[in-house]
């Protein structure tokens, strides 16, 4: 008991938000956030454990004068809005380690990692959205305790996140190569995709198995990528590839893709947007290329292009060029 009372963290998260906008029809708002938290964090040379606790006070004071309340968008808004929301979440890993006896030299490890998360379900809809966005979804994404950023939505959760990292370090303790998998088991299966469509009910309790691939060849070839496969429409969700060559450690150069179903849009965003077909009609799928060299201490340039390969478009043209002196 006495090593567990040391380890305990005590720690207060608050701010206070005022939202303003020239758009007519939209809300306003004060927003006062209050997150006192208790952490219990163990660790040793081959593992951590992590125990938090967390309680979410939110007050709104929302001005919906000039707002449209009979539209879908706003119909449940309220001027006043005090919402409590607690948070728990264990999270434990390992770290194990070998010498590799198929490539000389070379030391792998192994790092499993477990998560339990807990929110209780809360409708938020008389609360507007000011600050908050669906974060990226990833492997790393698996062990985050929240779904948004921002705090207008808490999103529930009972769920299990399960995965495993291995990484292959060189001679000179260099990371050449990292390979992530994992996956989320939801324990109450109405917290998965709450955006999605009505009639989806067949779902499994299981995520998309996330994938992340990182390679680092001899310091100048670099190599990311990353898939989420949905096991039950047995489909790629999304997915995103990036080949970099670095120059003299001047200068690089970089293609880029990146695809998302239109399917995985709407079951994650769905309920912000009225028409998904007014947005994309065949979901996301881009691809591009990023330089930029550093010509002297004072001069830098940089260019980009993105295509979108569904619409046959160029959607993003950049070039820049920067000059830096020490005295302006």
Known sequence: APVILDAIELDMVSH??????????????????????????LSTTWGTWTTEARLLGTYYNQDLSGVNTSSAEYAELEETVSRVIPEFRTHAGLV?????????GYTQTLEPQVQYLYVPEQDQNNIGLYDTTLLQ????????????????????????SYGASSRFFDDEFKERLNISFGQIFYID???????????????????SWAVEVDFNYDDYLFYH?????????????????TVEYRIN????????????????????????????????????????????????????????????????????????????????
């Open 189 to 207: 299966k109405d917290t998965k995709s709450p955006d999605a469509p009505a009639g989806e009910e067949s779902r499994s309790n299981y995520s």
């Open 249 to 328: 450690n001047n200068g690089f150069i970089q293609a880029n893709y990146r695809y998302v179903t239109k399917e995985y849009i709407d079951d994650n965003v769905g309920e912000t947007i009225n028409n998904i077909d007014d947005i994309t009609r065949e979901g996301i799928s881009q691809a591009g290329i990023v330089s930029g060299y550093q010509f002297t201490p004072k001069w830098y340039a940089s260019a980009q292009y993105y295509h979108d390969m569904n619409e046959n478009i160029a959607i993003e043209w950049l070039a820049n060029l920067r000059y830096k002196d020490d005295c302006w």
């Open 225 to 241: 990528g990353g898939v989420q496969y949905d096991i039950d429409s047995a489909e790629m969700q999304l997915a995103n590839s």
């Open 96 to 104: 194990l380690e070998r010498d590799t006896t198929y490539m000389n």
């Open 16 to 41: 206070i938000s005022q939202f303003e906008t020239d758009e007519s029809g939209k809300p306003t708002a004060t927003r006062l956030h209050i997150e006192p938290g208790l952490t219990i964090p």
């Open 137 to 160: 979804t990833d492997y790393y994404g698996l062990f985050r305790s929240r779904k948004y950023s921002g705090v207008d939505r808490i999103a529930a959760a009972n769920q299990i």
